[in-house]
Nanobody
Framework: QVQLVESGGGWVQPGGSLKLSCTTS????????MNWLRQEPGKEREMVAS????????SYGSFVQGRFTISRDNAQNTLYLEMTAMTPDDTAVYYC??????????????WGQGTQVTVSS
């Protein structure tokens, strides 16, 4: 079954930077578009960034405004999110997930544990 393990979160001051990682297993990582999403308490998950299977096309939520970079290492089955110029509004739990989900991968409501990012002074 698919496993998604997010890491790299923590506390950072406004203006600071973090790099998140998502290690994956149980599916052919290199064949699928991957997404980073985030969720603040009491709010819906929102898309942060997306990258196609080859790593050639990227898209970002409007709030990113050039501050974040999504990347991937298909040899290591790992997804990354580099965040810079962070603000308190970036405080959330960050998740990674394939853009498509197939029943043979496991429950469709599966999510990794996420990684908490807190931006405050």
């Amino acid at each position: 079954q698919v496993q998604l393990v997010e890491s790299g979160g923590g506390w950072v001051q406004p203006g600071g930077s973090l790099k998140l990682s998502c290690t994956t297993s149980g599916f052919a990582f290199s064949k699928y578009t991957m997404n980073w999403l985030r969720q603040e308490p009491g709010k819906e998950r929102e898309m942060v960034a997306s990258i196609d299977a080859e790593g050639l096309r990227r898209s970002y939520g409007s709030f990113v405004q050039g501050r974040f970079t999504i990347s991937r290492d298909n040899a290591q089955n790992t997804l990354y999110l580099e965040m810079t110029a962070m603000t308190p509004d970036d405080t959330a739990v960050y998740y990674c997930r394939p853009q498509s989900w197939f029943a043979e991968w496991g429950p469709t409501d599966y999510w990794g544990q996420g990684t908490q990012v807190t931006v405050s002074s």
